[in-house]
């Protein structure tokens, strides 16, 4: 798997898990305690996230930061 095909799967799963939650961006980047567009970014896999926002983002979403990188739907 490429790294670009990896950020998409992340981003995708991302977006899964906030829309579930019916969550914002800005509510999840305010619950994480992350710039929006920062947020923005990595849902749409144009950056490679640190362990710590992945971790943040996990928390926001109210799920353990191994379902993030889980990536079957």
């Known amino acids: 798997m490429s790294d670009n095909e990896i950020l998409l799967k992340?981003?995708?799963?991302i977006i899964y898990e906030r829309k579930r939650k019916n969550l914002s961006q800005e509510e999840v980047a305010s619950l994480a305690n992350?710039?929006?567009?920062s947020l923005s970014l990595i849902?749409?896999?144009q950056?490679?996230?640190r362990f710590l926002t992945l971790y943040r983002i996990a928390n926001a979403l109210?799920?353990?930061i191994s379902e993030l990188v889980?990536?079957?739907l």
């Open 43 to 45: 849902e749409n896999g």
């Open 70 to 72: 889980n990536f079957r």
């Open 10 to 13: 992340l981003a995708t799963k």
């Open 47 to 49: 950056t490679n996230a």
């Open 34 to 37: 992350i710039n929006m567009r």
């Open 62 to 64: 109210n799920i353990d």
